[in-house]
């Protein structure tokens, strides 16, 4: 069966996203990052929160494409931080057909503290590189994020045929 041939940079390319994808996710890189203080969340638990709290409230439709999720996956993680009394459901006044997601005081405080911790880090990280690499960087990623949203809104094959197991081809 004749496959996709990638170049030797898409191929870097890739596991280097890869790496970047599961280091972030890695428990050792999130004692780095929290300086081994305890962090209740996973990586989506996170970025949910992050969402709830910067949007001063949100509701499910928008949080799940916000986080590029579909609407079960934004309802799971709504419910464990719900669970953890980091979030509330709340109807909208204006409208009571439609349910909104907001922080908690201890959700917020949560997320202070987590967002502090990780701009320490990406002060560390990003401190390591010239203001023109970190210009080209943004330049880079907002276009590999754009083609990344602007192929997962065309409808047909999937982009990635290979299941990414062990030997695998990125």
Do not use: K, W, Y
């Not at 997601?101 to 320490?120: F, N, Y």
Request: net charge negative.
């Amino acid at each position: 069966m004749p496959g996709i041939t990638l170049s030797e940079a898409e191929i870097a390319i890739a596991s280097l996203l890869r790496d970047v994808r599961r280091g972030t996710a890695n428990l050792r890189m999130r004692q780095v990052i929290f300086r081994d203080e305890i962090v209740p969340l996973d990586q989506g638990q996170m970025d949910t929160l992050d969402l709830v709290v910067l949007d001063e409230g949100c509701r499910m439709a928008e949080l799940a494409e916000a986080l590029r999720v579909d609407a079960s996956t934004a309802t799971r993680a709504v419910q464990r931080l719900e669970r953890d009394g980091l979030v509330e459901r709340t109807r909208c006044h204006e409208d009571g057909r439609v349910v909104r997601v907001v922080a908690t005081a201890r959700g917020r405080e949560l997320h202070d503290a987590m967002a502090e911790s990780r701009r320490r880090f990406l002060r560390e990280v990003f401190g390591r590189f010239e203001p023109a690499e970190l210009e080209t960087l943004q330049e880079l990623l907002d276009r590999l994020v754009a083609t990344f949203d602007e192929l997962a809104g065309e409808e047909g094959d999937p982009v990635l045929v290979d299941g990414g197991g062990p030997g695998s081809q990125p």
